[in-house]
T-cell receptor
Framework: GAVVSQHPSWVICKSGTSVKIECRSL??????MFWYRQFPKQSLMLMAT?????????EQGVEKDKFLINHASLTLSTLTVTSAHPEDSSFYIC?????????????FGSGTRLTVV | EDKVVQSPLSLVVHEGDTVTLNCSYE??????LLWYKQEKKAPTFLFML????IEKKSGRLSSILDKKELFSILNITATQTGDSAVYLC???????????FGKGTRLSVIA
């Protein structure tokens, strides 16, 4: 149990367009999901905490109007990169938390590699 | 100020060598420390440590936590080229909070 599915795995989009990334907990309910961003050769940086039924909590320096997070159900959180620009090209990973599992429920999606051209 | 600090940031060794990776952390509200291996995609879980002095072992990998000195080490013996990856240390703090990651150690094992 504790599987997180993330789609798409990779996406290429034109500058100025929007991209939606989905994160689903397949076999458990996740009231909280976390979105990370990772630039090449750097570590995972937390972008925001997604809370089911309420507004996301963004980390300092992350534009909430640019990175829209919606967590409308207990199994789905989405991250939309609006008006994407080349500097938004990065690896985005979601994580959902399930209590009671071996690693305190921090299960990761497989990640989405976004390239903005 | 970084809450989780890993060292070294990069390391190149030859096959068969033994390596030790370090991770120090802040203590406030500490719950557990986790090690992950990341190749090209999402991190894969290696170990979770919550108690001091108890070694966790999986094959050639082992890890231990020192809660008094606030650090953990990850050992890899008889390294292989397949061990080449970024090794991430992350700390879980109490409450419904996200993992806090260190910058990682990039390990390269050459034949």
């Amino acid at each position: 149990g504790a599987v997180v599915s993330q789609h798409p795995s990779w996406v290429i989009c034109k500058s100025g367009t929007s991209v939606k990334i989905e994160c689903r907990s397949l076999d458990f309910q996740a009231t909280t999901m976390f979105w990370y961003r990772q630039f090449p050769k750097q570590s995972l940086m937390l972008m925001a905490t997604s809370n089911e039924g309420s507004k996301a909590t963004y980390e300092q320096g992350v534009e909430k109007d640019k990175f829209l997070i919606n967590h409308a159900s207990l199994t789905l959180s989405t991250l939309t990169v609006t008006s994407a620009h080349p500097e938004d090209s990065s690896f985005y990973i979601c994580s959902a938390r399930k209590t009671g599992t071996a690693n305190y429920g921090y299960t990761f999606g497989s990640g989405t590699r976004l390239t903005v051209v | 100020e970084d809450k989780v600090v890993q060292s070294p940031l990069s390391l190149v060794v030859h096959e068969g060598d033994t390596v030790t990776l370090n991770c120090s952390y802040e203590v406030t509200n500490f719950r557990s420390l986790l090690w992950y291996k990341q190749e090209k995609k999402a991190p894969t879980f290696l170990f979770m440590l919550t108690s001091s002095g108890i070694e966790k072992k999986s094959g050639r990998l082992s890890s231990i936590l020192d809660k008094k000195e606030l650090f953990s080490i990850l050992n890899i013996t008889a390294t292989q080229t397949g061990d080449s990856a970024v090794y991430l240390c992350a700390v879980s703090y109490s409450g419904n909070t996200p993992l806090v990651f260190g910058k990682g150690t990039r390990l390269s094992v050459i034949a």
